[in-house]
């Protein structure tokens, strides 16, 4: 302390000593921005898996109207996975046998990832850092078995649906066709909306459902005209390349004729 007569004056700082507090706030400024800049940037790999493990055990074979989709699988359900908060952005549940969503961390909701999960068997996803690859997770509960209405499975039995070449025909008819899309209705080839019908081999298909939830992964439910009832799931996606998931094995990649990329 710097005495005067009669009272206690401030201390004085040395001019080394208040350079070195200068550092060291300016390398918290440095720190703190580095923090936020990791925030925004999003989840790494093994977030993203995790997120979507959460959402793999908890949401399956969903779909209907948001009265049949529970709270925790809704759009702007929040929550958390490995201890980091996730919020779902979009949810997509065209069949019971496909579902997907749009994730992002919470306050970095600009960095989204995509979980797609698909019933093969059994109730599977793919890897949201990888799609070419099925996520793997710890047990997931068993799949639940809804009763059938005996008319109605009377019915279907009636009209048979495609063969598993049938199906991949028509899946690499999309795949060539409908690539990289987005946006509105005025955005997307009217070939590859919902209504469109289209021959692979010749055999007619009918699109009944079409997603576009973003540029890196379409999806689409299928069926031969007259079989209605037998749907199938269409799922595309970019890696580097445009592809889709084999429609009977959905572990796999689909195997195309070579086409041309269409740049939109």
Known sequence: WAQGPGSLQRPVVSSSAQVAMGSLSHTALICAFCVRLACAEGPSAEQERGACCVLHDKCQWLHGGLS????ECQVGHVFQADGTGFKILE???PSADANSYVLAVQGAENSTFECSC???GDWLCNDPADFAHVLQCAAAPQKVVMA???AVAAAEAVTDGPSAEQERGACC????KCQWL???LSDIPAECQVGHVFQADGTGFKILEAHYPSTDANNYVLALEGAESKTFDCSCFDHGDWFCSDPTDFAHLLECKASQTVVV
């Open 173 to 176: 008819v999309l795949h060539d």
């Open 148 to 150: 059938s209405n005996p």
């Open 182 to 184: 987005h946006g509105g």
């Open 118 to 120: 698909f019933d093969h």
């Open 68 to 71: 049949d989709i529970p709270a």
């Open 91 to 93: 949810a997509h549940y």
